[in-house]
């Protein structure tokens, strides 16, 4: 593997590009941070389009490659620095993992990214209420997992990467779009868990190098 420092693209307010923020801390891993404004559309750029085809943070460039897709990079992260493992050894609790990884990171998040919502306005509608609705129906399931499953955290007591995407979304449903929480105790009781580790505060949208307020 590289000797070369990790660089990571990232925007504070990408769901996507947290999970990944979230991984490196908690595995220890220290990287640059180049910062991609997704508000300004620097994404689009020719500049950063070579560097990402796909046009989206977050990038992590790391022993000699350049990874794009936050899940797919954690997994990466997770081969690669077993330390402080986000993936249980028991076969059945990873598949439990992976199952809320899915269900958060490939069901709930894309219909409420940035792309998907500019366009919902540009065609008319209401781009708050669209993610609200999303969400809600989303974390219906989760909860509902999590009444079988979790402890202090997604998947019993111990941080995984459940648990890595979790907080982001959660954040978006509270912060964003207005998400009644009382509906979901447990994904709120786990969230609250998580906004206690050093980890997951310091990956926090509110305390990156790029975080502007938001009105």
């Known amino acids: 593997m590289s000797n070369e420092k990790p660089i990571l693209y990232t925007f ?3 769901s996507c590009a947290w999970r990944v923020r979230t991984c490196l801390n908690w595995k220890g891993i220290d990287c640059e941070h180049r910062y991609v ?4 559309g620097e994404q689009k750029e020719e500049k950063y389009s070579e560097v990402n085809p796909y046009k989206t943070v977050p990038t992590l460039k790391i022993d ?7 899940i797919p990079i954690l997994e990466y992260l997770e081969e690669t620095r077993p330390d402080k493992p986000l993936l249980p050894k028991e076969p059945d609790k990873r598949a439990l993992v992976r199952t809320l990884v899915q269900a958060i990171a490939g069901d709930i998040q894309p219909i409420q990214n940035l792309r998907v919502l500019q366009q919902v306005e540009s065609l008319g509608g209401d781009k708050n209420e669209w993610s609200k609705h999303f969400v809600t129906i989303g974390f219906e399931g989760v909860e509902k ?3 079988k499953t979790s ?6 007591d111990e941080v995984t990467l459940a648990d890595v995407c979790l907080l982001p979304q959660v954040y978006n449903a509270t912060m964003r779009f207005g998400v009644d929480m009382k509906k979901f105790p447990r994904i709120q009781l786990i969230a609250d868990n998580l906004n206690k580790l050093d980890a997951f505060k310091n990956a926090h949208p ?3 190098g790029d975080y502007v307020k938001k009105s």
Request: with cysteine.
């Open 12 to 14: 504070y307010r990408s």
């Open 151 to 156: 402890g202090k955290y997604c998947v019993g």
């Open 206 to 208: 509110d305390n990156q």
């Open 37 to 40: 404004s997704l508000y300004k």
């Open 145 to 147: 997992q999590l009444e």
């Open 64 to 70: 000699g490659l350049v990874l794009t897709q936050s």
